[in-house]
Nanobody
Framework: QVQLVESGGGLVQAGGSLRLSCVAS????????MGWFRQAPGKEREFVAR????????TYADSVKGRFTISVDNAKNTVYLRMNSLKCGDTAIYYC????????????WGQGTQVTVSS
């Protein structure tokens, strides 16, 4: 079992920045991949970014490339999402999740943190 707790969301003006954190507790593996997703009102959940626990590989959605940066601090069991140049379209609940090699799917999810970008 893995528990994930996100934090760092809030209200920010367009063009501003936020850094989200996701602390993982419980049993994690070096083969896990950590992902960030988001869901805007009335829309389906969408992928934002992911990173391997060793930090070697990252992937971003086209919509956030060049603006968002995902990183990991293994010593703190924490994954970050730095979001710059925020747009109103980035408004959503942001979730972190753990992808497990054994199941090839995201098995654990956090409760989410709200990000609201105002114009």
């Amino acid at each position: 079992q893995v528990q994930l707790v996100e934090s760092g969301g809030g209200l920010v003006q367009a063009g501003g920045s936020l850094r989200l954190s996701c602390v993982a507790s419980g049993r994690t593996f070096s083969t896990d991949t950590m992902g960030w997703f988001r869901q805007a009102p009335g829309k389906e959940r969408e992928f934002v970014a992911r990173i391997t626990w060793d930090g070697d590989r990252t992937t971003y959605a086209d919509s956030v490339k060049g603006r968002f940066t995902i990183s990991v601090d293994n010593a703190k069991n924490t994954v970050y999402l730095r979001m710059n140049s925020l747009k109103c379209g980035d408004t959503a609940i942001y979730y972190c999740a753990v992808w497990r090699l054994a199941t090839a799917q995201y098995d654990y999810w956090g409760q989410g943190t709200q990000v609201t970008v105002s114009s």
